[in-house]
């Protein structure tokens, strides 16, 4: 048992979540090395200060700078906005340590392809927050598609949609601009991250964006409310894809349906602990999608839960993601996703703005 | 109470239920005119004879034409493959009939135009067969989006799918020749016309569409398994469309989910007797969707049943169709819908080939 | 093609219900008996007159009397209260007609012993009217159990609740006053009769049954608004059966859940169309509850569409139940469910009420 | 921020939940105390040490006693067998530290009786592990019921169903021995004490208890497989309880149906971030349960995320049992569920064997 001291750049909505998964992920899975909550980091050294007492840090930091920069900080993770991501890494990368960033992978593509530079580089271990594919759900999902069960997928759909930006009475805030918080830009990353997961790589896409309330409260809205894309797969599957920030009603509405020649699939977070399959064998009169509840028969359930159906939840995919980032650390190579495979979905969404731009498919590969 | 003479053509899926429906309608809707089931006509005299003895039917017909001509018979209910059905309503028209024509218009939109050209033309009384739109739940959500429940639509996403062709051992039988019979020809007609009933026109559609497996049992496949449209609505709001008849576990997914700017509305074929529904008001804590089990509340349901929850089922569409047919008589107009809106449905099938063949948005308006 | 001429006593909810039934059914199931409506009676002449011309009857009848006797009427259904169906079956069976009886089996179990020994005595072809169990579903259910896919029985759970009379504003109409009205007496046969034909004779009960509003609107409530039981069957499965017309939400709670030592099965009646199989084999992994939808592999499904997950409604199971009746009569002999199965489950039921009033277990079996 | 020694005796299932809540819970909830985790005891040093090292304690202890009386040890988990609770209760109000006890109370409801009375009369802080009723849906739930949202309850059906012994051939192990590892023993404690937070206390109970397959692998099995009682509540209202281990299918069926004069709540612990409420107001036509997702709105959801909809998991639960046994450490006064909440529970399933013995009702209230 090894102790490593982890610091984290970011105090809000995902900066606690991964200072708790740190905290817990030792006792859960039983880490060959340990996180120590060395420091944290904010927008300003009070805040720090607020952030290490609530959370239960040894140390505030004054900055990212000497966050990265403090000799007891072993790794770093990185949950401050899409703006920082790049030159956080950077110094990450100077001061030659493990870089966890959360998604999405930069504020642009250009920012994505520099981070991705620099960490492969100079043989940095990293990752990226992708989490939601972590649920012992999906990870079954992904198996169970990689070993068969559903045969050659021939339809992928995938939406992630919520509502909290549906009252067009709700401000014009941060929300509203820069293309990283539009939805295509804030909520597409995870689903298009499950489609390669599941389906594999994107070969085309042909997407709509748009801005479904051009003013809020009088101001003017600088990004997208929701966008869709029709996409082809390299295995030739045809897929559609939908993320929205206005869809009434929906909370955490990453769901995914796909079907195979032999079998489907359909899985929606908001019941994170079933996964829906099918299985075109046996009699006809007894087919049907049987709801499948997690357990531990699945993909890091065990660890949470010795019993079926018990259920995990949103911290504990944050806890699965420090266990593989400490883990990537021990192995001293970056476990999937890394920032490459941020890149690669941040590649699909900028093809959509540039199919939206001229209206017609665009390839989703590097040019 | 005034007895009229019903001719089918056909004695097949749909014939039979038409015929079924025709024998019941009276009793569930005491309607003004009363169906007498006259006569039936099938592809041959012996198959006609069959079906007349089967369903009820006083006489068989020898051919469509002796029916359409026969004095007893005062209303044509077409229930024979798209290729007849311009030729058996030109016939209609000649003899004055009222005429009620199975979903698709005609096998295609030359057909259609020529078809709302004929009856429109001699102004004779003419429906098309939309059943689904026709249960008390979707009815019901029709009237919730024009009282504007759910606000201004934002997104429309609608499929139907199912998976009786889904096992590429399955032999190329007729079902894998023509447009008419493809996923795109078959599935989706009703489902366009519910874009149109609940969200209203559509003025571009970008498509794909594509035969997923391209032999079957060593013949060739003419036609396709399935198809997806990006849409634009005319008021503004953004779409999608999937129909597919590959679609592995699907039976009947006759499925839309339509958001807007104060609720939204969702709904499963599979689970006809519950529409769900969400609205933005009212504490935070307890909003929520809510399953919506017809009852007599709803449109058209209480002549079926006295009890909420109780459920019509499938056929008891085609009741209310022909409820509605017998009133268009009466009141000697066509009802809503007409060949005209089965017109309206076809161009939105032909905009959508157009663009699989150009790869740009098309307009779904008549040129 | 024989004719049968139909006489229905009753133009209320069952009365009609029967009347679309066989108006329907011919069409439907390619009867070799055919009805023809006859003639219907009712509380009075005029009203008698209204329903024939409303339900498309030859005649009407000047009562219950004049119908049972009239030359054209060969087979008799009786949809008129429980205080009627005695008086009635007597005539039917001293004119010699086969006669079908909606449940209860008369007002009492008195009544009910008097009828099964009227129609076994005179050798009459007899019918009781549990349409629920003849579902697609139901049906299926009852063969996966008697096939053994479930394994062993090991417990029962069974529900009939609805929330008509949930709310105690509500006034003390005829429905508060009678055993035969209340909850036990008018809801529960269903759910009796469910359990008898699913899990098997039942062979002890232990019951509570209560007046949840003993006044309504000032006005004093005469039977029960919920009652509960658990019970012993004979094959050693522990049960319960819960019975409300106060259940509030509750539509159509016609509910089942059995469990196997192989499997189990749950059923809701408002999703009538979708059966829950749930079998103890295959990896771990893959096992949950399957989703069945309905369709052609099913019983009596067929018939009334070509397509899975189309869907039957209530009024289907009328008209399958007029198919049992007419197929009954062409046999000369008596179906499942005749009265003698309506008497076993007026038996489970008086068997509760002796529990309530001892407050111990009761036989359920005839003494 | 005060550190607080924590001492978990057991390292099983529950041993490592609480270990884990107590790693996790100052950065979840920034508690006033802040747990170290200091020492775990098992049933042997070398068990005890492997834990230790496995889940981050800071030390192993010897024996349970060494726990207890070791210094830097300020507050007692107890995670083992229910027969190890008395004494070590006993043990820790000796030396005067505050006790959380897992469910049930002891091994009997003489030991939970002598645990009450050890606790209260030493004025030690203590608290009893009923989780479930923790998520944030359930403590919803109750704050409805509590704030009239649902009227007067009429009617409460509660069920804690698993299957991991529904196989016969699973052999006869510890499981097999012992009252309090019996279904009525092991499982109900859940159910009874959400039945009491819910409806409130129960009058009288009326119980079956069996032991399904009375052998497994030859051995004879000397406890229950699953358990029903009929219940009254004080409050006037009808109930009903079941608990079963050999439940084929289902995994956790902690499941609660209430339905009340004004509304109705539905719970299922497989989908624990959904709770069904019907509102028995607004128009008939759309009223209907809703499924409203848990989220920040929710009792103790947004210290775990958030976003609503993204869900909490089993190991949340014990995080915020763990919060409340700080705080009740921190103001120095037991919080519910204290010993004395699960004394009440033991007393209803004390009941409940007595009335299977005797057949009859009886009292669950103390003599
Ligand atoms: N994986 C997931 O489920 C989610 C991921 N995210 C991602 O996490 C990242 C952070 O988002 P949230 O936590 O929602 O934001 P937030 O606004 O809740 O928190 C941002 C934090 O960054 C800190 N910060 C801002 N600028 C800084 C600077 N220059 N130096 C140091 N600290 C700075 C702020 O003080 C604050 O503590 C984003 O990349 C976002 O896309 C956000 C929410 C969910
Ligand atoms: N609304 C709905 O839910 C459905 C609508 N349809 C539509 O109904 C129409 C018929 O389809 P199905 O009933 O499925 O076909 P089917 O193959 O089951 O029956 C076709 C019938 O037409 C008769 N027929 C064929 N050629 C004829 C001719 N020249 N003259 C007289 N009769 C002729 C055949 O004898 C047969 O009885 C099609 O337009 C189809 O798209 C079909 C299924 C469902
Ligand atoms: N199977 C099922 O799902 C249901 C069965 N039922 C049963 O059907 C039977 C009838 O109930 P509903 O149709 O609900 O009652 P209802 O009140 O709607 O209709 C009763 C009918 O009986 C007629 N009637 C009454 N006394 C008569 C008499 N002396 N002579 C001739 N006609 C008379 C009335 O005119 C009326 O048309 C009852 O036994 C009831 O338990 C009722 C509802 C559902
Ligand atoms: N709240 C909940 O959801 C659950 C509660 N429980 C309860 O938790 C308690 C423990 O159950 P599990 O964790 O399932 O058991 P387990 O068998 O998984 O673990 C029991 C632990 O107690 C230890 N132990 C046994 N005898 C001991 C002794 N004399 N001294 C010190 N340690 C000893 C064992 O070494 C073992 O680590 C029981 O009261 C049980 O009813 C169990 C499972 C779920």
């Not at 068969?148 to 014009?172: K, M, N, Q, S």
């Not at 003013?215 to 390299?234: K, L």
Request: hydrophobic share 45%.
């Amino acid at each position: 048992m090894t102790e490593i001291g982890i610091g984290i750049i970011g105090g809000g909505y995902m900066g606690k979540a991964h200072a708790v998964a740190h905290a817990a992920v030792g006792a859960v899975f039983d880490t060959a090395l340990r996180p120590r909550l060395e420091m944290v980091a904010a927008s300003s050294p009070a805040s720090a200060a607020r952030y290490a007492k609530s959370f239960g840090f040894a140390r505030a930091a004054d900055s990212w700078q000497a966050l990265v920069a403090d000799p007891r900080v072993d790794a770093v993770v990185i949950a401050s906005p899409p703006e920082t991501h790049l030159e956080i890494t950077r110094a990450a990368v100077a001061a030659g340590k493990p870089v966890f960033c959360e998604k999405p992978l930069g504020a642009s593509i250009a920012d994505g392809e520099a981070m991705v530079a620099a960490v492969d580089g100079a043989g940095i271990v990293n990752m990226i927050g992708f989490n939601y594919i972590r649920t012992p759900a999906s990870q079954f999902a992904r198996r169970l598609i990689a070993e068969g069960t559903i045969g050659e997928i021939t339809w992928f759909r995938g939406e992630h949609v919520e509502d909290f930006y549906a009252d067009p009475a709700l401000p014009a805030t941060w929300r509203a601009t820069g293309d990283a918080n539009g939805a295509l830009g804030d909520l597409a990353p995870h689903m298009i991250n499950a489609a390669l997961a599941l389906a594999g790589p994107i070969r085309t896409v042909m997407a709509e964006i748009e801005t479904v309330h051009p003013t809020r409260g009088g101001d003017p809205v600088g990004n997208d409310d929701q966008a869709q894309m029709m996409c082809r797969f390299e295995n030739g599957a045809m897929g559609h894809m939908f993320f929205s920030r206005v869809a009434t009603g929906r909370k955490m509405g990453y769901i995914y349906e796909i079907n195979g020649t032999k079998g489907a699939i359909r899985f929606n977070q908001e019941d994170q602990n079933s996964l829906w399959l099918y299985e075109a064998s046996g009699p006809e009169a007894t087919r049907g999608f049987r709801q499948i509840l997690t357990g531990p028969a699945h993909p890091d359930y065990l660890p949470f839960c010795q019993g079926p159906g018990h259920g995990t939840g949103y911290q504990d995919q944050i806890i699965i993601e420090a266990r593989d980032f400490l883990q990537a650390i021990h192995e001293g190579r970056s476990l999937w996703p890394a920032f490459r495979d941020g890149l690669a979905v941040s590649r699909v969404a900028e093809a959509a703005r540039r199919s939206q731009a001229e209206g017609r498919w665009q390839s989703a590969q590097p040019h």
